[in-house]
């Protein structure tokens, strides 16, 4: 593989990062921030976009260390998992900051400045953890988003969120603190370029401290990923603007955490190692339970938009479970529902917000007959919610279909069964929504004082259609979820 | 560039010779007195760049005080380390003075001020002479003053809090002192020399080292007392607290830290690997405790500058940690700990400062929302709080990342433990400021304005120098890092 240093994965990182910085000081001037929110986000979609077309041509990665002393390297570098990951977040920020800025508009006018200012921060952030080249970029930035999102979540100041803001953070600190004694006891990974190398961990510190460090990198990315015992604060978060329960917790953050784990798997430890210590079949259990345990959950939620984080739970387990099986078509499987969930949940998502703006209804048992008052925003919802359960013609049927034969060829039959089970629940939880949305018979009239304009509908619409879109046509995302997988299971 | 051998003996001499001056002056020119402090404290800064330049080209030096030779004369011992620390030194302290200007003259009588500025110079001038001098009874002399310079201005305020926190903290450095008089007496018994060098040769020679083994105890537990280590730690909340704001900054940023600088003088520098494995474990483990305990009692504390006060005594264990990992890593996250301690907690007391300034709240409860009326200040605070927290990008996490490093290492899993859970409390008593005084609404409707420049600038200042070391920690390890490995050296 070419190799090439280029200074572009640190100023897709720096250049949003240090806009964000700009926009706390635009103080009342909300021209300027909308502006400069939308310059950050298009600023890193053209220049990931750049490392995609560098990437293609010349089969290289990029990278620029910069070190900061012995042993304290940062480094950034791109391949092929971390563009894929950085693709979706800069893809949908682009798409999202329309429907932010008209959303906070309405519902949060007050210091808005520091609202955007984090948001910006955070989505650089996120994009910045897939572009590290080694470890401890990437814990830093890991770290970092934590830190930058809790603004955010405790963003309306009410005695509930900011107890959403502790929950939030005890969790994610203590993973944090976990994983920063493993990234500390791995301290080849910590040199430039670290993520060039597939399995650069010796089996010969012992089976015993293996364990101990993949438990500790499964346990410190796995809380941001929503694993099963420590997946609560992700429903607690959805009391955050509908924006940041939307693009950070239903996309960035929880794919990070997703993305962690599999540089883990993939080249921290690397498929043979893994293999050989049979600790796949443990990470096929985790992701299973979140699976079921999410769904359960999900079914049971009168809030809809804690139904959604449920279901977010539930979802971005699939991932992880396509990679637990360690053969590359349940990879494939798995990163493109990880794909159909960052489009289609986004969706749902702002559908929920848009919903509660227009009318004031949070909860499924008072949405009755809104189908009728908001089409459009009610359409997309059900479009969105056939997807994610796996209709054939969208992007879930797609992805489902690789991951289904994942345990056919690995012969798991247990883990055959958590995918039949989480997609009859899946249908459950959210059809149950679209049936209360159309069909139900509404005893209650209400007004729509509200006009919901393009702004908002425009990004709603974009998701759901690029979830039918790539289901229709989904060979070039195959093409790159390919070079993906081929990058570790060699073609 | 001779002139710069003398340099250390002036930065001693000269601020201590106006705080004289300024005893003399202050029946009738009371104004004269901050303008003089300034001048000082440029001066000693650039002394200390002078010497930064001269140890980076041409290592360590030895400089008789009047060409006097050891045994008979004074010895001065500058290296590497002694004037990183010397920069540190300079910088805290001209900051801090700039910053006293007002808030001094809005807390403390009229007749009082230039009271204040004296001890401020006796301060740093017996702490830049407890770094540089070369023999432990140098050391002990300097150490008085700078006690007695610190319980003064402890109880400057001469309210009856004040008075006892700092009546407790005389208590405290007495029998300190007595414990560094006592130890050094041990020394001099077997080895009848009072200089670094002249001891660890002679400690070559001998062949019982138990009374050289007292010794070095009785001078680390002294140090632990002035550093405030677990269990010894009792006196420094009321005393950090109950100070004025930029005399805590001074005694939180530099004076615990040289009691650390102390106790890697007597480990390293005076009686290198005299120290039997029990010690040493014992050591790590009062000060893993001292870690974890300060940290959770900043965690349930109300009052800000106390609040403070106590997560330094988990800020210096992490300092005091390395110390005792006898390895590369553990001595430069020891020093970059320093550094970090010495500018975020400075920037942080002065933040508290800014605060009782413009409001005179003191407690948490009061603070609510108060980022939204002074922003710019309560941001710079906020960065401070980021580097006590070892968040990414500010100096904080690089020492921790190296000590950390350095306990897993060598497989000190207990100490590997409290690193990492006292970084995350210290992680979770930082948040809980943050959202505290930047989202919670406010009780009362009070109007705050900005803190003045004069007050702002000091800060700024400080908060631009943790996140810069934070993102090049580089031009921090020009210094350290051969200064670390020179005293490594020495233990073999």
Known sequence: MNQMVSMIPITAVALPFLIGIAIFFTGKNKKLMGFLSSIAALLSLALVSALYSMLVRGNMDVCCPICFGAGFTFCFRVDWLGLFFAGITSLLWVASIPYSIKYMEMKFPDSRARFFGFFTLSAATAIGVTMAGNMLTLFALYELLTIFTYPLVVHAETPAALKAGKKYLVYLLIGEMFLLFAVLSTPEFAGPRAFAKIGLISSEIGSKMLLVLFCSYIVGFGIKAAIFPFSNWLPTVSIAPTPVTGLLHAVAVVNVGVYGIMRVILNVFGIELV??????????????????????????????????????????????????????????????????????????????????????????????????????VSTCFAIGSLGLIGMPLTLGFVGKWYLWQGPMETGQPSAMGVLIAGAILCAFYLLYVVYVLFFKQSNVDFVCDLQLNWTMLFPIGAGVLMGLVFGIFPKGLLLLVNNVTMCYFGG | MSFVLHL????????????????????????????????????????????????????????????????????????????????????????????????????????????????????????????????????????EILSLSSYSLVAISGDREALRAGFRYLVMGIVSSLFILLGLGFIYSVTGTLNFTQIALRVKELSDLTVIQTGALLLIVAFIIEAAIFPLHVWLPKAHGKAPAPVSALLSGLVIGIGVFGMIKVVYYILPGVYPVSFV??????????????????????????????????????????????????????????????????????????VIYKTGFRNLDEMKGIGKRMPITMGFFAIGLASIASIPMTCGFVSKYYLCLAAIKQGLWGSVGAILLGGFLSLLYCLRIISCIFFEKPDSKVEVKEAPLKMLLPLGVLAFLTIFFGVFPRAAFVLIEPGVKEILGFLR
């Open chain 1, 275 to 376: 293999r050989s210590m049979g600790v796949g079949v443990l990470l096929v259990f985790i992701s299973g339970a979140t699976i079921i345990y999410g769904s359960l959950m999900a079914l049971r939620q009168d809030d809809l938009k804690r139904r959604l984080a449920f279901s977010t739970v539930d979802y971005i387990s699939y991932p992880i479970l396509g990679l637990a099986l360690l053969s590359p078509t349940a990879l494939v499987g798995g990163l493109l529902l990880l794909v159909t969930h960052a489009f289609l949940k986004l969706s749902l998502f702002f559908c929920a917000g848009a919903i509660d703006i227009q009318t004031g209804k949070t909860k499924v048992s008072e949405l009755s007959g809104i189908g009728r008052r908001l089409p459009f």
């Open chain 2, 8 to 143: 250390p003996v002036l930065m001693v001499a000269v601020p201590i010779a106006v705080a004289v001056l300024i005893s003399v002056l202050l029946t009738f020119k009371r104004n004269i007195a901050f303008v003089l402090s300034v001048l000082t404290m440029i001066f000693c800064l650039i002394s200390s760049l002078f010497l930064m330049v001269k140890v980076i080209t041409e290592g360590s030096f030895v400089y008789y005080v009047s060409d006097w030779p050891p045994p008979w004369g004074i010895e001065i011992f500058i290296d590497r380390l002694s004037v990183y620390m010397l920069l540190l030194i300079a910088i805290v302290g001209l900051i801090s003075i700039i910053y006293s200007e007002l808030y001094i003259k809005k807390v403390l009588d009229h007749q009082k001020i230039p009271f204040y500025y004296m001890l401020v110079l006796f301060l740093i001038g017996s702490i830049v002479g407890f770094v540089i001098s070369g023999d432990i009874f140098n050391m002990f002399i300097f150490f």
């Open chain 2, 281 to 354: 474990v014992f050591f790590r483990g009062l000060i893993s405790v001292g870690i974890i305990l300060g940290a959770i009692f900043a965690l349930f504390e109300n009052d800000l500058k106390i609040l403070l006060a106590q997560s330094s005594i988990s800020q210096i264990g992490f300092a005091a940690i390395g110390v005792f990992f006898f390895s590369y890593s553990g001595l430069m996250g020891s020093m970059l700990q320093l550094l970090n301690h010495a500018f975020a907690k400075s920037a942080l007391f002065l933040g508290a400062g800014a």
